[in-house]
């Protein structure tokens, strides 16, 4: 047997293969990235297509299966993109939860270890302390079976020669043994039309990596109603003080067990992570206090980005070199299964058994906080840093972006049309200044088409009730919302007299839906039995896995009421999970009701933020205003618009 000497001799110099934690090294950082056996940066001529960017994966499959229905849709190439997430058909891939660990998992399996035989099954071994540590998946496979390049270019030319969807493609990818991830993108140059989600036209990187070139193409941007807030949230970071706490003590404890293993360059850049996540937890010192007065808002603090970089030290820090090198080592995966291999629950501190994030996945908080540094490379002008008080977290440090049109010019610029597309793109004066005027589009580029709807005026009977059924006038506000409820109660019940079938009722927010339901459930309120008799009440759930069954249960209600019941009412909340991508068609909304109007929060210091930064960036057309007021109509117009268009 070698001794631990000769095991840590062997360990300094590289030869680590054995030891049952060698995966939990950091990647060499000098070291170049293994070319994939299938480039999706090929310098590959590209014929004229069409791409159709739309938000969601079930979008995509449904303009596909309408494209089959038209008569271009034999005689058209077609290539359907998406994430591994959805077209990964490995199964130890597809066990993993989260898409970044997938990402670098399928990554793995395509560098030289794809040739290594699997690790042979080992017991769990007890180290100082008796510390149980776990061992690697004894099923740890070593290669993908559907990395095999003839399989790939075989289902790259199927899917050309048919008009596949996404889930399609999977399956053939299963009867070919060809990965359908890979096949899509190896089909793009020769496609006509190519399917593609948000953010792998948004996302500069991800396009670049998938393989997507925009000069003189043709850009179709599905469902832009949503599409600043899809750049914004694509681009914006947020970090708590107990994930920094966290990842500070993980990568601590790593660095202190392996640092007579690690290379100098490994060694100085974990260190120089360290001393990042040591100064951001200072930051979170300097979190406001709580006055009495700010009821409605939460202490918040606000940064430019380069005051955020003096006030945390950062300043003289590189992280354009951290970040390149948390992506080519791979560290925060590293981290990741540190945690999971060395997780005790009987710990002191229990920050490694800690270490799964909320949906069971396990995950070091360094990958989110890579994300968050990521943005503190932006612009000064572009974006701020916003940081609040939290009861759960401790804290929280948010970057806002400010300017989505920094991202989208390059492909105003590239592309040789690009059409935003939408039902409820009005008003488009938010749209037009915040994204085609400040990415520098010229007016007489800007051309506007709207049909006209398509519902015919007989079938609509749009009513504004400015009072109660007893008089009182509504003001469905902060400090007149106890009152209201009551007399709202006596609308609705009115409401399910007269109206058969199904009635959508919006709220303005999650905490008004609760406090709604609490003084109808009031002894001497009558409200909910009253609404009771003629109707089966649902409520918007809490989860979005919940989502698919009421909807069933409600639509059961509608269509086969039951004794006196004519029908069922659904509670919603304008911007939750029912207010878009939701079609309450026929008799299932023969009537939607919208309680007050859902302006957002004017002590939101984003708000704020983002309406002072729109003043100072357009001068003289009041945008600021334009936005706040953009935001509420625009969530009105989603939430009607999941009824109106079935009439």
Do not use: W
């Not at 480039?39 to 994966?57: G, L, M, P």
């Not at 009987?346 to 540094?373: A, W």
């Amino acid at each position: 047997m070698r001794s631990i000497e000769k095991i840590l001799k062997e360990a300094r110099s590289g030869q680590m293969a054995d030891l049952p934690d060698a995966h939990l090294m950091p990647d060499e950082y000098e070291s170049d990235e293994d070319s994939p056996l299938v480039d999706a940066n090929a310098d590959t001529e590209h014929v004229r297509k069409i791409y159709y960017c739309t938000r969601t994966h079930s979008q995509i499959t449904q303009f596909i299966k309408e494209l089959k229905r038209s008569s271009f849709g034999s005689s058209t190439r077609v290539s359907a993109l998406a994430s591994r997430q959805n077209l990964c058909v490995f199964e130890p891939v597809r066990q993993l939860r989260s898409q970044r660990l997938m990402n670098d998992r399928c990554v793995e399996l395509q560098k030289g270890k794809s040739n290594a035989k699997p690790t042979a099954p080992l017991a769990d071994a007890t180290v100082g302390g008796g510390q149980k540590r776990r061992k690697r998946d004894p099923q740890l496979e070593s290669s993908c079976p559907y990395y095999q390049k003839e399989n790939i270019e075989t289902l790259s030319t199927q899917i050309l020669n048919e008009v596949l969807d996404i889930e399609e493609s999977a399956k053939a990818g299963t009867e070919t043994l060809g990965c359908p991830y890979y096949a899509s993108r190896l089909a793009l140059p020769d496609a006509e039309v190519v399917a593609v989600p948000y953010n792998l036209i948004l996302h500069r990187p991800t396009r670049e990596a998938s393989g997507i070139q925009l000069k003189d193409q043709i850009v179709i941007i599905d469902e832009a109603h949503n599409l600043l807030d899809a750049i914004a949230g694509m681009y914006s970071a947020e970090i708590t003080q107990r994930q920094v706490r966290k990842a500070s003590s993980q990568l601590s404890q790593y660095h202190e067990r392996y640092r007579t293993r690690l290379t100098p360059k490994n060694t100085l850049y974990i260190k120089q992570l360290i001393l990042v996540l040591k100064k951001l937890l200072e930051v979170f010192q300097g979190l406001p206090a709580e006055t009495a007065d700010a009821k409605h808002s939460t202490p918040s603090k606000v940064f430019t980005m380069d005051s955020f970089l003096l006030s945390a030290k950062l300043e003289s820090v590189n992280l354009f070199k951290i970040l390149a090198y948390c992506k080519r080592s791979l560290i925060s995966k590293k981290l990741s299964s540190y945690a999971e291999f060395y997780a005790d629950p009987t710990s002191i501190t229990g920050l490694l058994s800690s270490s799964q994030t909320d949906d069971g996945s396990p995950s070091s908080p360094l990958m989110v906080i890579e994300g968050f540094l990521e943005t503190l490379t932006n612009a000064n002008t572009d974006g701020r840093i916003v940081l609040s008080a939290d009861t759960v977290s401790g804290g929280k440090l948010k970057f806002l972006l400010l300017n989505p049109a920094v991202y989208v010019s390059d492909i105003f610029q590239s592309a040789r049309s690009v059409i935003f597309a939408g039902g409820t793109m009005r008003p488009v004066s938010d749209f037009e200044d915040q994204l085609l005027t400040m990415a520098g589009v010229a007016p007489s580029r800007v051309h506007k088409f709207a049909c006209g709807h398509v519902v015919s005026p007989d079938n609509i009977l749009p009513i504004a009730l400015q009072s109660s059924p007893i008089g009182l006038k509504f003001e469905f506000n902060y400090m007149t919302r106890n009152t209201m409820i009551p007399q709202l109660g006596c609308l609705l019940s009115n409401l399910c007299n007269i109206v058969p079938g199904g009635i959508v009722c919006f709220l303005c927010s999650y905490e008004y839906e609760e406090l709604v339901f609490t003084t109808f459930t009031k002894p001497g309120c009558e409200a909910l039995k009253n609404i009771q008799r003629k109707k089966v009440v649902f409520r918007e759930p809490k989860k979005s896995s919940d989502v698919e069954g009421v909807l069933t249960t409600y639509a059961r209600a509608v269509k086969h009421p039951v004794g006196a019941l004519t029908g069922a009412i659904l509670f919603a909340v304008v911007g939750g999970k029912l207010s878009e991508g939701i079609n309450f068609s026929d008799e299932l909304g023969r009537c939607v009701v919208m309680v007050g109007l859902p302006y957002p929060n004017t002590n939101s210091p984003e708000l704020q933020e983002k309406m002072k930064f729109l003043d100072s960036k357009l001068p003289g057309k009041q945008a600021g205003k334009a936005h706040y007021e953009g935001l509420c109509m625009k969530a009105v117009n989603q939430s009607i618009g999941t009824l109106l268009p079935y009439f």
